[in-house]
């Protein structure tokens, strides 16, 4: 819309053409106020009934909630507005009527359920304190973006739609690829690794992963955002450091460039940056923290992965964000390396938040034999994997990386109680539209 100044910009002595919607009116009797909304704020327009257009005043007055108006008109002072100034209009359009019956109330004077508010995305994103967890996450994804370039790293793009599913398994979902058999790909991990070995050496990925879980909990999703990292020459300390920095990086990002938005979520007092190094607990480390504690029904052992319940009492131990690593080999992937001093531990690791694990990664297994093996040792046919397994032969350097949920790392962050909340249009079990 030419010349559209936004609501934020409106200065005193100024003829401005404001649009927005119409978040309230209010009719005193021969003045009324209607405050129309954009994404900068609000503004009051002032309708003196008996000194303007009979005409335009009725448009503005008629026009039910959420319609989108455009009003022409001298901004003015006014210390008794919401914001300080008032728009006097000349001339007021109605853009795109509302109905009057609204599926939710954007106002947010009556609470909406989590299912209604998915359900009405756009209308639910016309809500200061829901508009900000998106702002906030784009603000997060541009600072993940520019902490893998300060590391080297270059963006990379790859296949989403494959043959075979990264990790084998049931969690797969299949589609009809030109009367063929294919999958929604799991994670980037295969693809990464192969241009690991490339020239580029490190890469990252921001993308979608499908998994055909059965969750249906609060924090998992069939459709997420993961947050990929892989570097050649590195092991796996080094990719837990890269993975440390990227997190840190986000918050202070989020810290420095969303004031406004941590404010309007209550957040603006106690958002904190990660500071100092994260603790790196060996799995061994733990297992024996959470069991002195006593707040399990069993007794972890080697072996045992961490139940929900488990991690719980883990991160109200450590308190902050830390690494488990050294995790037993016989629960982490083929593609993870063992350590060369002892096969019973793999080089992988979690990072973990208090609440709940944000990051799984580990150096990779780059010998071409071993890999073989790998497959064989988990039930997997190594030949249906030969366009990974193949560049094995061809010089590949040793390589470390890790895989981060962006919808994680945003829900811990802002304190959401549901992951659903952190992603626009969720998928799940129950969930296939919008």
């Not at 053409?17 to 503004?43: C, N, P, Q, S, Y």
């Not at 589609?175 to 580029?200: C, D, R, T, V």
Request: charged share 30%; with cysteine.
């Amino acid at each position: 819309m030419h010349g559209r100044t936004y609501t934020a910009d409106a200065t005193p002595g100024e003829a401005v053409t404001v649009a927005g919607w119409v978040h309230e009116t209010r009719d005193l009797g021969g003045i009324a106020f209607l405050i129309l909304r954009d994404k900068t704020g609000k503004i009051q327009v002032k309708l003196e009934k008996d000194e303007m257009d009979e005409a335009m005043v009725d448009t503005g007055l008629d026009a039910h909630r959420e319609s989108v108006l455009k009003v022409e008109g001298d901004v003015k002072e006014e210390p008794r507005a919401p914001t300080g100034v008032e728009v006097v209009p000349t001339d007021i359009e109605v853009v795109a009527p509302a109905d009057p019956e609204l599926p939710l109330d954007p106002s947010g004077k009556v609470d909406a359920e989590l299912p209604t508010r998915l359900d009405n995305r756009t209308l639910d994103l016309r809500k200061p304190e829901v508009q900000a967890v998106f702002e906030i996450r784009a603000e997060l994804l541009r600072a993940v973006r520019d902490a893998f370039r300060s590391h080297d790293a270059t963006e990379i793009n790859t296949p989403k739609i494959v043959a075979t599913g990264t990790e084998g398994g049931t969690e797969l979902f299949p589609i009809s690829y030109f009367g063929e058999e294919a999958f929604m790909n799991q994670s980037p991990q295969l693809f990464k690794q192969l241009m690991a070995g490339s020239n580029l050496e490190r890469v990252f990925e921001i993308g979608p992963i499908f998994r055909a879980e059965e969750h249906n909990t609060p924090r998992h999703l069939n459709e997420a955002h993961s947050i990929d990292f892989e570097g050649a020459f590195c092991d796996h300390t080094e990719a837990m450091d890269v993975a440390e920095a990227v997190t840190k990086a986000a918050y202070e990002a989020v810290q420095e460039n969303c004031a406004d938005e941590l404010e309007t979520l209550g957040l603006a007092d106690e958002f904190a940056v990660p500071s100092g190094e994260f603790p790196r607990l060996s799995y061994q480390e733990a297992l024996d923290r959470v069991n002195a504690t006593g707040e399990l029904d069993e007794h972890l052992v080697w072996g045992d992965d961490l139940s929900t319940e488990a991690e719980h009492v883990l991160g109200r131990e450590v308190g902050e964000h830390y690494f488990i690593t050294d995790w037993p080999s016989e629960v982490k992937p083929f593609y993870i390396k063992d350590h060369d001093d002892d096969e019973e531990k793999s080089t992988g690791f979690d990072m973990m938040h208090p609440r709940m694990e944000l990051v799984s990664g580990g150096q990779r297994e780059h010998r071409h034999e071993q890999l073989i093996a790998g497959f064989e040792q988990q039930g997997l046919d190594p030949e249906e994997f030969e366009y990974y397994t193949k560049m094995f032969k061809y010089g590949m350097p040793p390589h470390a990386g890790w895989g981060m949920g962006a919808e994680r790392l945003l829900m811990t962050m802002l304190d959401l109680d549901n992951i659903r909340e952190a992603v626009l249009f969720p998928r799940d079990r129950q969930r296939l539209s919008p």
